[in-house]
């Protein structure tokens, strides 16, 4: 039933799961649905593409692209953007690029209430653009001697994985792709349902109003 607000998501797949479309889907519903509202995206690797924001309906005149440099203080920089009140949503691409420095994820982990307070505070909501463990890592026991993700989603209100299913033709050609998204974790409910997302590749990113 959509993504929470004062509260963080992570949404976590393989490469052509639908993770970033999908995480680029939710700003645009966040600009559609609060007239006026602005939204961030924070590109740690510099590699987002105006144009496939646009085409995925996102109004770039009330976007903030993010670039950091190599040495910023994104954690820091996460919370003091949630803290201005301006935003309705902050999409962090992606989590890894701050895991995979010690130092900096120590720093995302330090920061986390003072994140989660300032989301409360100004209802906005973070998503995070993630990487699905491997198994070894799922197990409850082991997960936080492995994973330097998991104080993170034991903070996120949601989290999403992303899967592709299997890729759509038409006419002989590639049309685009099926992915199966499923919660691994809700503040809200306990079991873990799914859905499917089709992702065409016809010159827009089409998606249902139900999405």
Not at 1 to 23: A, F, H, V, Y
Not at 33 to 45: N, P, Q, S, W, Y
Not at 116 to 121: I, K, M, P, S, V
Not at 178 to 195: G, M
Request: with cysteine; aromatic share 6%.
């Amino acid at each position: 039933q959509g993504i929470p607000l004062g509260g963080m998501t992570m949404i976590s797949g393989r490469t052509t799961s639908g993770k970033l479309t999908l995480g680029y889907k939710a700003l645009t519903k966040a600009q559609q649905h609060h007239a006026g509202d602005t939204v961030a995206l924070i590109d740690l690797f510099h590699s987002s593409d105006p144009d496939y924001l646009k085409r995925c309906g996102m109004d770039l005149k009330r976007l903030v692209i993010v670039r950091p440099p190599h040495d910023a203080n994104v954690p820091e920089l996460l919370v003091d953007l949630a803290r201005t009140g301006e935003l309705r949503a902050i999409l962090v691409d992606h989590l890894g690029g701050l895991l995979a420095n010690g130092r900096m994820a120590r720093r995302l982990h330090s920061s986390l209430g003072s994140l989660g307070h300032a989301l409360r505070a100004k209802q906005c909501s973070v998503l995070l653009i993630g990487e699905p463990e491997p198994p070894w890592q799922r197990w409850p026991a082991t997960r936080w001697l492995t994973s330097r993700s998991w104080p993170i989603q034991q903070q996120a209100a949601l989290c999403i994985e992303m899967q592709r299913e299997r890729w759509l033709r038409a006419d002989g050609a590639l049309s685009g792709y099926r992915a199966r998204a499923c919660v691994t974790r809700s503040r809200w409910r306990f079991d873990r349902p799914c859905a499917m997302v089709e992702i065409e590749f016809n010159g827009a990113v089409r998606a249902r109003a139900t999405w």
